[in-house]
T-cell receptor, first 114, second 114 residues
Framework: AQKITQTQPGMFVQEKEAVTLDCTYD???????LFWYKQPSSGEMIFLIY??????QNATEGRYSLNFQKARKSANLVISASQLGDSAMYFC???????????FGQGTELSVKP | DSGVTQTPKHLITATGQRVTLRCSPR?????VYWYQQSLDQGLQFLIQ???????AKGNILERFSAQQFPDLHSELNLSSLELGDSALYFC?????????????FGPGTRLTVT
């Protein structure tokens, strides 16, 4: 069965610094996708970044990058130059190659300090 | 704004009642997914529809049902409501239904059962 583990329930980072949110996954599939979503206090789920299991390069989207280490089954999110608006819950998720449902981790609550 | 709309935003109802949550996917998206977010269970996949047909089922209770209409909007029906059904219900949409792909989430419907 597929599983996502986020071991950091909460994290603090100083404004303008970089932060890494950890995510490990468990799957026996060879082909799959990994995602990060942001959930601000308003509640909506915002798609941030996607990494395919066969992508050789780490995905980047603006200040977000995904540090993908396939052998270690980790897909950490790196946020550079943190902003106050980055304070939110962050969810790591996985999707099998057949598509369909997202399997989510328990989330990490990030607080950015001024 | 993801382009996915959900109504209503908030719903307060009593145990034993029945409610209907509505979702309109992004223009051009054929797949609709329903997720439930609760404090104890986290984010859980409920059900997926693609172009009007059910594609996958997750941890959806028998008291819950869903459908996708010819205009691609979807409704999630929750009946015989219990206190434990109180949660944030998300609809998400995507273009396809196979291969890993981004899902775009609506703002959610917060259901409170009293």
């Amino acid at each position: 069965a597929q599983k996502i583990t986020q071991t950091q329930p909460g994290m603090f980072v100083q404004e303008k610094e970089a932060v890494t949110l950890d995510c490990t996954y468990d799957t026996s599939d060879q082909s799959y996708g990994l995602f990060w979503y942001k959930q601000p206090s308003s509640g909506e789920m915002i798609f941030l970044i996607y990494q395919g299991s066969y992508d050789e390069q780490n995905a980047t989207e603006g200040r977000y990058s995904l540090n993908f280490q396939k052998a270690r089954k980790s897909a950490n999110l790196v946020i550079s130059a943190s902003q106050l608006g980055d304070s939110a819950m962050y969810f790591c998720a996985m999707m099998r190659n057949q598509g369909g449902k997202l399997i989510f981790g328990q989330g990490t609550e990030l607080s950015v300090k001024p | 704004d993801s382009g996915v709309t959900q109504t209503p935003k908030h719903l307060i109802t009593a145990t034993g009642q029945r409610v209907t949550l509505r979702c309109s996917p992004r223009s051009g998206d054929l797949s609709v997914y329903w997720y439930q977010q609760s404090l104890d269970q986290g984010l859980q996949f409920l059900i997926q529809y693609y172009n009007g047909e059910e594609r996958a089922k997750g941890n959806i209770l028998e008291r819950f049902s869903a459908q996708q209409f010819p205009d691609l909007h979807s409704e999630l029906n929750l009946s015989s409501l219990e206190l434990g059904d109180s949660a944030l219900y998300f609809c998400a949409s995507s273009v396809g239904h196979v291969n890993p792909h981004e899902q775009y989430f609506g703002p959610g419907t917060r259901l409170t059962v009293t």
